[in-house]
Structure formats: C-alpha cells, structure tokens
C-alpha cells in the first residue's frame, strides 16, 4: 500500500540557518509526489511537486526538493529560513489511478528561532 | 486559475443536528472530488472520492450513512454530516481534480477547509 514517512515530528531552526525536512514514501510505480504547507488554522498551499524529469524541483518561496528513488525520499530545503516560514508542512504521494487521491504524511511542524 | 472555494469556513452546531459544507470550483470543472478530515495537530485523512453523477468511494472506516456527499454538478461537491456529535468536530477539507500544470497531468486544487465545531 502507498504510504508516506515524515520521521520529524517537530523542527525548531534558526533564522537564516539552512532548513531540510525529510520524506520517504512507499509506492510500487513512479510516485507524484507533493510538498505542502499549512499555516495555523488555514488551508494547504502547494509548494512544490515532481512529476518526471529533473529530480530536483524548485518550488515558491524558495523552496526545493530532491527525488532520490534509490532511497526513496523527496526530501525538502530552503537554504535560508525566514520567520514566516513558520508552520505544518506536508509530502504526499499521488496515487493516479482512476481516482487520482493523495496520500498525505504526518507532517512536520516547523519552529523559527529569532 | 483552478481556485477551490468551501462555504460556511467555520460552522458550529448542536450535537444531533445535520450541517452541510459545500465545495467549489470556481473556474473549472471537476469530474473528482475529494473530501479530507483533519484532527487538531494531525495530518489530513482522505474520506471519500466524490464523482459527478455517481455514487463517492468512501475510504474504510468512514461511515457512509454519517457523512453523505453529493457531487450533483461538474463545480459542485457537499458534504453533509448527518446526526453530528462532538467527536465529528473537525477541519474538512475539499479538493477538487482539475487542469495540470507543467507536465500536462492532472492536479488536486485544496479549498481553505471549513472549521466544524459540534457543541
């Protein structure tokens, strides 16, 4: 079954300093695979996503992430963080079958030390 | 473009009332819809798949009976939580299946969710 790791529950960094949120997934095919964010109480905002192609995608918000499908990881970093970047972010998986549902990770809250 | 709206954003009820959350998409049409539920401090849960026309895919373990949706037009998704109980308190979210970008696949567009509060 499709499934996605987010091993860090809760990151604190400081401003400016470099940032990488890890995500392994599980799913038998070439994953689509997601980077979302979510700030307190509001919706999701897709910061970036990998399809195909260049493994590593660049996102909003300056924003990337890595496909390595030998260890099966989408991993996510910003080279410098920003105090708003403060919140809940999430990978995902694509499953496209007829359906085309999304398999959401636990997350990983994210803290910005002034 | 491809902008999903979600009416009421907060609702609170009484317990054993019926409240319904309506899903749209504002400048396409979608043939899928999916509706997600998200506990406090949680990740999102996708409860069902909702198709134009057709019955929705509940995922297991959600009750059918409890939480009905209807998906009566290519912009249009409710959700309804029937006999709510303060356990059903919640943040719903909708998504809605619509035009890809840079690769020509589809792609999910998520509404703001709507607050659900059961007193």
């Known amino acids: 079954a499709q499934s996605v790791t987010q091993p860090d529950i809760h990151i604190t960094v400081s401003e400016g300093a470099s940032l990488e949120l890890r995500c392994n997934y599980s799913?038998?095919?070439?994953?689509?695979l997601f980077w979302y964010v979510q700030s307190p109480g509001q919706g999701l905002q897709l910061l970036l996503k990998y399809f195909s192609g260049d493994t590593l995608v660049q996102g909003i918000k300056g924003f990337e992430a890595e496909f390595k499908r030998s260890q099966s990881s989408f991993n996510l970093r910003k080279p410098s963080v920003h105090w708003s970047d403060a919140a809940e972010y999430f990978c995902a998986v694509g499953v496209y079958s007829s359906a085309s549902k999304i398999i959401f990770g636990s997350g990983t809250r994210l803290s910005i030390r002034p | 473009g491809a902008v999903v709206s979600q009416h009421p954003s907060r609702v609170i009820c009484k317990s054993g009332t019926s409240v319904k959350i309506e899903c749209r998409s504002l400048?396409?049409?979608?043939?899928?819809m999916f509706w997600y539920r998200q506990f406090p401090k949680q990740s999102l849960m996708l409860m069902a798949t909702?198709?134009?026309?057709?019955?929705?895919?509940?995922e297991q373990g959600v009750e059918k009976d409890k939480f009905l949706i209807n998906h009566a037009s290519l912009t249009l998704s409710t959700l309804t939580v029937t006999s709510a109980h303060p356990e059903d308190s919640s943040f719903y979210i909708c998504?809605?299946?619509?035009?890809?970008?840079?690769?020509?696949?589809?792609?999910?567009?998520f509404g703001p969710g709507t607050r659900l509060t059961v007193t």
């Open positions: 909702s198709n134009e026309g057709s019955k929705a895919t509940y």
């Open positions: 799913y038998g095919a070439t994953p689509y």
């Open positions: 400048d396409f049409q979608a043939t899928t």
């Open positions: 998504s809605a299946r619509g035009p890809g970008t840079s690769g020509g696949r589809y792609e999910q567009y």
